[in-house]
């Protein structure tokens, strides 16, 4: 499985941004899918995860009601809606396929990660 994540930029502090991730091969339609990022010096961390029907949806506390992950029609693709952004979300935003359906935050629980898309968000 290949994953081809797009939409990331530059934008100002409270701007919005549309992630999208999407699958290279229709194994990944069984399996949940989620988001991480990784600012420069810092670990890698969780951001939001969603099942493969796309009905089950986990978010870290620090993006809860800014970020909405979605998977319309429990396709191979997945998207993040970032608002309200803020300068410390700045990072390389990472998609990934989990092993299993159920949405996880658990990074050892995913098999598949694209290649990153820069997020970068000014003050």
């Known amino acids: 499985v290949q994953l081809q994540a797009s939409g990331g930029g530059l934008v100002q502090a409270g701007g919005s941004l549309r992630l999208a991730c999407a699958a290279s091969?229709?194994?990944?339609?069984?399996?949940?899918m989620g988001w991480f990022r990784q600012a420069p010096g810092k670990e890698r961390e969780f951001v939001a995860a969603?099942?493969?029907?796309?009905?089950?949806?986990v978010y870290a506390d620090f993006v809860k009601g800014r970020f909405t992950i979605s998977r319309p029609n429990a396709k191979d693709t997945v998207y993040l809606q970032m608002n309200s952004l803020k300068p410390e979300d700045t990072a390389v935003y990472y998609c990934?396929?989990?092993?299993?359906?159920?949405?996880?935050?658990?990074?050892?629980?995913?098999?598949?990660w694209g290649q990153g898309t820069q997020v970068t968000v000014s003050s």
């Open positions: 990934a396929v989990a092993l299993g359906s159920a949405s996880t935050s658990n990074a050892d629980r995913y098999r598949y």
């Open positions: 091969r229709r194994t990944s339609s069984n399996n949940a």
């Open positions: 969603i099942n493969w029907r796309g009905g089950d949806t």
